[in-house]
Each structure stands twice: as structure tokens, then as C-alpha cells.
């Protein structure tokens, strides 16, 4: 199927039903999709691009739209590859009302915090390398600063809830639907002009104890859907979860540390709940020392306790026991920079959670330079990691790795968990692809093998747009 026009020609009016694609394409960050319907410009996601060693320009360059022309933006989650762009769209002009269900919008808040402060750490990084150098300044300016990330804070407007049809405009109405992937996740179904149009965001996994299971709108027309792990089947989480035990006993019983590299949404509190479970359940030693060394999975961990009504059956069920599901014994919060610092001076018996989970920046960085090196240490990876990202070279078994400007030998024990995946599986997706119904359907956010893979499984007309390709529904 050949794109009919290119995004960027396309004039506001006329109640065509357009849609164009502008990140995530045949890849898995970025998120970014413009719907035109009933006379409005209607953006689902605008995500930054992590991974690559291009990042700044990936995530600087044109959008392909004009920001300021952009009514609404629904956001599906509060991954950074969804929401992470925002503050540009509003430093570019984006003035429309930003929708999203009340658990996202928090988390969101806090991602977008996080993604400027690092910005502007590494900025600031990047000025002090130059002047020790005696090298004139050449690093880029970060994307946008904190004034243009409090701006964007004030473009939140309606709160969704799933499956209340909320009203946008004359003749265009959309339902967030439970996607069952993080707290306050959402797919979204879009109906103008007699047609409905569902944008799957990050589909989940069913059965997960710390997640509703995904909730698909049925009866589309036409369906935006992901397609992360459209090529594979995770193992069982129960196979996962004893590998994991494993690793942590063998890892702790080594006497060095573990470092657990980990995204601060859902994974850091579903390890933290499978720790406490793991404890309380003898599987795992109580004397383990953990650390949460990650500002932005404490406030996370703070704003999943506060949303009782947002959890699963499982979690809420514990709250109101007045358990915390998300607090082991020997737990320790280190949000202040000392805190995490005094941890690179511990040799030994410390479990370190700490982001980012694909070791691309963040706290993680340092504590994989102090200690990749030492036999005694063990790192446990538990998600997904893009090509091109520090943890994917030390997975695919990488000798010796640059970290921060260092060479260092990789002599850690080194782990792999793969079912602890926040996203649905070949048969997940498929499944819930045959609930949506639609007979036609566009792939983003995967790679693309992995898209292929899928493709060739899911029934009706498939298409894998590329950057800026446009299509009249
Ligand atoms: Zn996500």
C-alpha cells in the first residue's frame, strides 16, 4: 500500500479522515501518530527516540506537522517514548488540550521532569568535558529546558476514564480503554465520520498480577497497533520468576553486588512486589540490602500507592490490608545524589535497582562502571533492550564496553530474565487484534523483523508506514 500524500501537504479542513506517522516507524521508540477527523488535527503520543547514538537529532528534528496546528494530544501512557516529546511540541507551539487518564498524567509529569533534568545534566556534562579539554563548546542545547516542560504540565486538560466515551469536538469522540501494559495505560478508539479508528498503544501481557488485562475496544474500522514483540513468545512468568529468584540468590550468595537495571514505571514496582512476595515466601533471603536508586521510580513507587482504584485486584487487595506491595524489608529510597554516590564506594552485599533499564543514562550508568569489573558482582537485565543501547551490547555478550568515557572489562556475572516483558507477545497481539476486528491495519513500534513476523499472522489489509507517510482512511 503506497502512501497517498505526504504528511507535511496536507491543508487543515475537509472532513477527510487522514492519518500520518511520525516516529516509531519500523522501530520501537518515538511514538507519534496524527489523526485528521472532523475538521481536527488530533495527535496520539509524541515520544522521544531513546537508543540511538543520534538521539539529538532523531528527537530534534522536524515533526513533519506544524505543532501549533495540533488540537488535541491523546497520551496513551507515560513511557518516555511516548510522552517524552511533549515539551518540544509545546516549545514549537503545540496550544490544543492534552488528554489522558489521571495515573498517567501524574507518571507523566515525573517522566517529563526526569527527561529534562537529564538533558540538562548531560548538557552541563558535555560544557565541563570541553573546558578540561581546552576545546571551544560544540555540544548542542538540550531539546527544551524546564520552562517549556511546565508549560507543557499546563496543556493537560480532561481526564479520561476508561470506557467513558469523552466528547472532543462536534462529531469526535474518544474511549480510553484499559491496555493493560503500565498504571493509567490506554488504547484508544477515535470515532468521527461514522468510522472508528483504535490506536493500540503498548499492549500488555494478560495475567499479570500487578495489571488489569488488556481491554480492547472491538468493531474498528481501522487499527494503529504496535508490534514489539510481534516475532516471539515469552516464556511463562511463573518460568521467570523462578530464574529471577535464581539469579538474585546465586548473585547475593557471590557476595559482590547486584546491579538491576530497570525502567522506574511498572518493572522497578513489579520487582519490588516480586521481592516482597519472594521474602515472604522464603525464596529469597531477607537480609538482602536493596536500594530503589532511581528519583523518578520512587516518585513513581509513591504515585501507584496513592491510586488504589487504578490497580489490579491483587495489589489493591494488599493495600487494603495495609501491606505495601512494594516495600521488602531492607528497602532504602536513595533519591539524593550523595546517597546514590555513597553506593559506588560499597564493594559488596548491596542490590541496586537503578534506571534507566536499557543503561542509556541514568544512575545505572555509574553503578554499571563500578562494577562490570569485579568477578564477585552480578548485573540481572529484566526488560528489553534496543539495538544500539549499552545494555544490548552486554547482553550480546560484549568483552569489554565504554561507559562514560571509560573502557571496562566486563568481568560481572552477567543475567539475563526474559519474561518480565510489560508487552504482549506474537499470540497476545494476535489475539487482541482478532477481538479489534479491523480489517485494516498500520504496524508501528517494532522492529522491523518483527513487524514482518507479525504481518504475515494478522488477517485483512497490513501496512508498515514509514517517517511522515500519509494515508487517507
Ligand atoms: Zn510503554
Known amino acids: 500500500m503506497a502512501p497517498r500524500a505526504r504528511a507535511g501537504l496536507w491543508r487543515r479542513g475537509g472532513n477527510v479522515l487522514k492519518i500520518s506517522f511520525h516516529g516509531a516507524d519500523r522501530e520501537v521508540t518515538g511514538s507519534c501518530h496524527l489523526l485528521q477527523a472532523a475538521g481536527k488535527r488530533i495527535l496520539i503520543d509524541c515520544g522521544f527516540y531513546q537508543g540511538s547514538r543520534r538521539l539529538d537529532e532523531e528527537n530534534g528534528r522536524e515533526l513533519g506537522f506544524d505543532a501549533g496546528s495540533v488540537d488535541f494530544l491523546l497520551l496513551t501512557h507515560a513511557h518516555l517514548d511516548h510522552c517524552g516529546r ?51 563548546e560544540t555540544s548542542p542545547a538540550p531539546l527544551y529546558m524546564l520552562v517549556d516542560t511546565l508549560n507543557a504540565f499546563d496543556r493537560f486538560g480532561r481526564n479520561a476514564v476508561y470506557r467513558q466515551p469523552l466528547p472532543l469536538a462536534d462529531g469526535l469522540v474518544a474511549t480510553f480503554h484499559d491496555s493493560g501494559h503500565i498504571l493509567g495505560s490506554a488504547s484508544v478508539a477515535i470515532e468521527a465520520e461514522g468510522r472508528k479508528i483504535v490506536f493500540s498503544g503498548d499492549l500488555g501481557n494478560p495475567g499479570r498480577p500487578l495489571l488489569r488485562d488488556p481491554d480492547p475496544p472491538q468493531g474498528a474500522d481501522v487499527a494503529v497497533m504496535e508490534s514489539t514483540y510481534g516475532d516471539r513468545r515469552h516464556k511463562g512468568l511463573g518460568e521467570s520468576l523462578a530464574e529471577f529468584y535464581e539469579a538474585l540468590n546465586i548473585a547475593f550468595h557471590a557476595g559482590g553486588n547486584v546491579i538491576i537495571p530497570t525502567f522506574a514505571l511498572e518493572r522497578a514496582q513489579e520487582l519490588l512486589f516480586w521481592i516482597r512476595d519472594g521474602v515472604e515466601t522464603n525464596k529469597l533471603s531477607p537480609a538482602m540490602h536493596l ?136 499470540a497476545e497481539l494476535m489475539d487482541w487484534h482478532a477481538r479489534v476486528g479491523a480489517p485494516r491495519t498500520f504496524l508501528t513500534h517494532g522492529e522491523p523483523a518483527a513487524m514482518q513476523a507479525l504481518a504475515v499472522k494478522l488477517k485483512g489489509e497490513i501496512a508498515m508506514p514509514a517517517f511522515a507517510d500519509g494515508f487517507e482512511l
Open 86 to 136: 511533549i515539551p518540544l511540541l509545546v516549545k514549537r507551539g503545540f496550544r490544543g488540550e492534552i488528554v489522558a487518564t489521571v495515573a498517567t498524567r501524574e507518571l507523566a509529569r515525573v517522566v517529563m521532569l526526569d527527561a529534562t533534568h537529564l538533558q540538562e545534566e548531560e548538557h552541563k556534562r558535555e560544557l565541563r568535558h570541553a573546558e578540561r579539554r581546552g576545546e571551544a
Open 291 to 426: 536500594f530503589l536508586d532511581s528519583p523518578m521510580a520512587i516518585s513513581a513507587t509513591e504515585i501507584f500507592a496513592r491510586y488504589p482504584d487504578e490497580q489490579s485486584p491483587v495489589v489493591a487487595k494488599l493495600l487494603a490490608k495495609g501491606v505495601d506491595p512494594f516495600a521488602p524489608p531492607n528497602l532504602k529510597f536513595t533519591r539524593e545524589r550523595a546517597e546514590s554516590e555513597a553506593l559506588n564506594r560499597v564493594s559488596g552485599g548491596a542490590v541496586i535497582l537503578a534506571g534507566s533499564g536499557m543503561a542509556t543514562g541514568g544512575r545505572v550508568v555509574h553503578h554499571l562502571r563500578h562494577n562490570l569489573g569485579r568477578p564477585a558482582a552480578s548485573v540481572i537485565f529484566v526488560g528489553f533492550a534496543a539495538k544500539g543501547t549499552l545494555a544490548r551490547e552486554i547482553i550480546d555478550g560484549a568483552r569489554a564496553v565504554r561507559v562514560l568515557g571509560d573502557e571496562i572489562r566486563v568481568r560481572a556475572r552477567i543475567h539475563t530474565i526474559n519474561g518480565f516483558s510489560a508487552h504482549a507477545d506474537q
